[in-house]
């Protein structure tokens, strides 16, 4: 397996705290397009940055795609944001957060409200909806969770950011590639910023540390539209892996345990999904008592 040390989809026994209820579609017909933008809580130094996000942020709002993305209200986070909640209104975003990043990224300039569980959360009328949750790893699962249960077209977009940038957008690759979503993946390539990555991801082919056919799964754009595209019309790659674990749906939040190895492929199959999580129980309690 070339997958290095990236984790499967994390589960959590944690509850999110939501100021609002949830963006989860419930509604009949078919589900809304969501996109999940990665991207920095700074602006960048080349004003191009901002002005990409604010792009992807009217493109995805002209298209009436629903935005989730890490509820920062700062840099190209907080732009994105404000674009389409401008256009679209608050129920076309949902920003979930960490409890350690509230106090951090936020733009001070706007009111904040506190919600039901005392944080100090975004103007909805400005931003959208936010959820704070435990930590990392309960932000990506649910960002990721949101995304695959999005109608066609639903995927991942990068735009320029830093480590956490990075990390969100080469583990949702990395999910990709084991099979555990198949949603598109593009980095949106602002004034050559991801050109090292695509370089390296050549070169990691050339080494024969990447198949050839897993160096497509992330795609690439250098506009907003382009991006949109490029997961509209995003292929598979045949040389994902193929796993010998039993692929089921996410269990809700609230219901969640350490079993981290459930993957997520199949959102039809919910009871499927409890029945494994409560094997998995009654298993490790056996183990512990011998």
Sequence with gaps: MESGGASPMPSTN?????????????????????ICVYCGSSSGKDSSHLEAARALGKAMAEKNIGLVYGGGTVGLMGEVAKTIVSINGPSA???????????????????AKKDANGYHVPEESVYGRTTVVKDMHTRKRMMAQEVLEGGPGSGFIALSGGFGTMEELLETATWNQLGIHSRGVCVLNIAGFY??????IRKSVEEEFLKPGNAGIIVTATDAEGAIEALQSYKISDARERTTLKTVPPVSLAETTTLDIILVNNFEKYETAKMAVAQSLRLKTLGEEQ
């Design 195 to 200: 050109d090292g990555l695509l370089e390296w």
């Design 14 to 34: 944690a509850t999110p705290r939501t100021s609002t209820p949830s963006m989860l579609n419930s509604n009949a017909g078919p589900p809304q397009t969501k």
């Design 93 to 111: 975003v949902h920003g979930i957060i960490p409890e350690a990043l509230v106090k951090w990224e936020r733009d001070d300039t706007y009111a």
